[in-house]
């Protein structure tokens, strides 16, 4: 089987929020996502996903994927999409780095490998384990009253896991966390991300006042050198996202015990590929993971929840439920949350269909 064509299509996706805040002053009111249609001479298609949650989270933009997509596509054209490990050398030897441009390439030859195969991204990822999946909702950046309404507006649609937004001045980061968490059912689980808006002296500030309290710290510093500092001095359980870059930085942080959790974005190490060896490196060495991405809609939904559904129940930490947080759809089949949870689609492939209608024209064709 060979690629014959790939289209490239822009998807505007408003907040059903309005706007989304974190740390540093950063906020978004709408998804940028890019959509990748990987078409092959067999017939067989394939659909990827990739959204930068703004141009200033990670180091990845939404113009950047489709000029990205522009260099690398042309490279693709003629390789097997059912192999995957070849396209991704092959993809590495073109364009170095820029793994967000990769991950929405590399989800689609999923789904391809997996409709060829009749099987779901599940079953190719080691197979569906336990029961459906807990999803965490992450509460925007705002004043304590404010994020604890919030919480308590998820925690009755069915939410049971909450993901603070701090990272602003010690003060009020401790007064969001005393806010939320003073509301705490048993059994949930709250996670405080500062998205590396603390330095150390007030990261060690906050940890040492919300010593008594159930929860876990997220990516306190900008750095991994910050960010191990502060583990060090703090008995709550660590969570490392944006610090945790690529397979290498993964094995130095085993070593070093940095962290009892680490978030795997899809596209941060650019698709199911990598994710996979990274979710398997942190089940070998005992650490759970969040499995979940910058952003997006139906098609990173279902490539997460595939990754989530064969990862063993006991190191699913959280998982990300992104279309949840947009006020519609863009494919038919695609996983959509009940309550606090969530299940990865049957079908084969990723198991979704998109809609034409909600991806409009296509803004580049590769061929
Ligand atoms: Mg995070």
């Given at each position: 089987m060979k690629i014959s064509r790939i289209l490239v299509y822009c998807v505007d996706l408003p907040l059903k929020e309005g706007t989304y805040s974190f740390s540093g002053g950063r906020s978004i009111r709408s998804y940028d996502s890019t959509v990748v249609r990987i078409e092959t001479d067999e017939g067989l298609v394939g659909y990827g996903e990739v959204c930068p949650l703004?141009?200033?989270?990670?180091?990845?933009y939404a113009a950047g994927v489709r000029t990205g997509i522009a260099e690398l596509g042309p490279h693709l054209i003629?390789?097997?999409?059912?192999?995957l490990g070849v396209l991704n050398r092959i993809m590495d030897r073109h364009l170095k780095g820029h793994a967000y441009v990769k991950s929405p390439i590399d989800m689609a030859c999923w789904d391809i490998l997996g409709k060829a195969a009749g099987l779901s991204v599940s079953t190719l990822l080691g197979g569906r384990q336990g029961e459906a999946i807990d999803c965490y909702r992450a509460i925007s950046l705002d004043t304590p009253e404010r994020m604890a309404e919030s919480a308590a507006a998820y925690r009755a649609e069915g939410y049971r896991r909450f993901q603070l937004k701090v990272g602003s001045d010690v003060g009020t980061d401790i007064a969001r966390i005393e806010a939320v968490t003073g509301n705490s059912k048993p059994g949930e689980r709250v996670v405080a991300d500062a998205n590396g808006g603390w330095l150390a002296h007030e990261a060690l500030r906050v940890v040492d006042a919300i010593r008594g309290i159930d929860i876990a710290v997220e990516q306190?510093?900008?750095s991994y050198e910050e960010n191990l500092g502060v583990r060090r001095h703090t008995p709550h359980p660590f969570v490392l996202d944006e610090?945790?870059?690529s397979p290498a930085v993964l094995i130095r942080a085993l070593g070093d015990r940095a962290m009892d959790v680490v978030n795997i974005k899809i596209s941060k190490y650019g698709g199911l590929t990598i994710s996979r060896q990274m979710r398997d490196m942190c089940v070998a060495g005992g650490v759970a993971v969040t499995i979940e991405d910058s952003g997006g809609s139906d098609i990173v939904t279902a490539a997460i929840t595939h990754l989530a559904h064969s990862t063993p129940e006991q190191f699913r930490f959280n998982c990300s439920d992104?279309?949840?947080?947009?006020?519609?759809?863009?494919?038919?089949?695609a996983p959509r949350r009940v309550g606090g949870r969530i299940e990865a689609p049957d079908g084969p492939g990723l198991g979704v269909s998109p809609e034409p209608a909600r991806l409009g024209d296509p803004v580049m064709k590769i061929e």
């Open positions: 703004g141009p200033a989270y990670l180091p990845a003629g390789l097997d999409p059912t192999a306190p510093c900008l610090s945790i870059d992104c279309n949840s947080y947009l006020g519609h759809g863009i494919a038919d089949g």
